[in-house]
């Protein structure tokens, strides 16, 4: 078996899609709102609108140039089981606003879970032959690109957290209580947590805590050389390997 050959046979079943998207809209329909959210200090409109026009020059670049990728990804996951090449999830935008992500699917169409709670692990079996390769090497995370153009999200920023995201077992914002003040910045692709090592599942509290003080930290401490060192110590890791599964 290949890494473009699924672990199952079974074709995709278009009544799943119906099933999934009323799972979908059952489980983020009644999720508590933020509160409120503290202004950014220093934090000027003009390093704002800069580094909106960035995210707009590059993702638009890095779209038209990855084009023969994503139509080459497509096939290939259309062959591996007939279902649908993207995966969306409800998470987590500006100021709380809820916002619809875009990943190429890497899982089993009847394992995909819009909801967010089930967190993916090593070894996940849900996680297709041809996932398996995408999520390694991070290239799933690649149509957050088309997130970007529209505006739901920035290269850089706070990691995009599905709304009931866990920690250790717990909703997010129960476990830190200060969980909301990263929504006061764009989310981003990638962000200091993630180049800090805080990726993945978070089984325990001081994980949890540890990957919030890292966004709370970019978005107090905002600027665009910060943005350049987190895109470049990205793009280190990716070529080292990645630290994708």
């Known amino acids: 078996m290949n890494a473009f050959t699924s672990k199952t046979s079974s074709r995709f079943d278009p009544s799943q899609r119906q099933d999934k998207t009323r799972t979908l809209v059952v489980a ?5 709102q933020p509160d409120s959210f503290f202004d950014v200090e220093g934090t000027t409109a003009l390093r ?4 909106r026009l960035i995210d707009i020059v590059i993702s638009a670049s890095a779209l038209l140039v990855l084009a023969p990728l994503f139509l080459a990804i497509a096939l290939f996951i259309k062959f591996d089981d007939g279902g649908p090449v993207f995966f969306r999830q409800i998470r987590w935008g500006l100021n709380g606003r809820k916002i619809t992500v875009f990943k190429f699917r890497s899982m089993h169409t009847d394992a995909c879970d819009p909801s967010g709670v089930q967190q993916t692990i090593k070894g996940d079996s849900r996680v297709t032959g041809i996932g398996a390769l995408l999520r390694r090497t991070n290239i799933d995370e690649l ?3 088309l997130n970007v153009l529209k505006g739901d999200m920035s290269l850089v920023g706070p990691r995009c957290h599905a709304i009931n ?5 717990r909703l997010y914002e129960e ?8 929504h006061i910045m764009r989310p981003g692709i990638t962000g200091l947590a993630q180049t800090r090592g805080w990726r993945g599942p978070t089984a325990r509290p001081l994980q949890a805590r540890a990957r919030i003080a890292c966004d709370i930290y ?5 600027s665009l050389l910060l943005d350049f060192k987190i895109l470049l110590k990205t793009l280190v890791i990716e070529l080292r390997g990645g630290t994708g599964f």
């Open 28 to 32: 983020n329909s009644n999720i508590r």
């Open 143 to 145: 149509p957050q690109l």
């Open 48 to 51: 704002l609108a800069a580094k």
């Open 165 to 169: 995201m866990r920690a250790a077992g």
């Open 175 to 182: 476990l830190v209580p200060n969980y909301h003040h990263r």
């Open 218 to 222: 970019y978005v107090r401490n905002f």
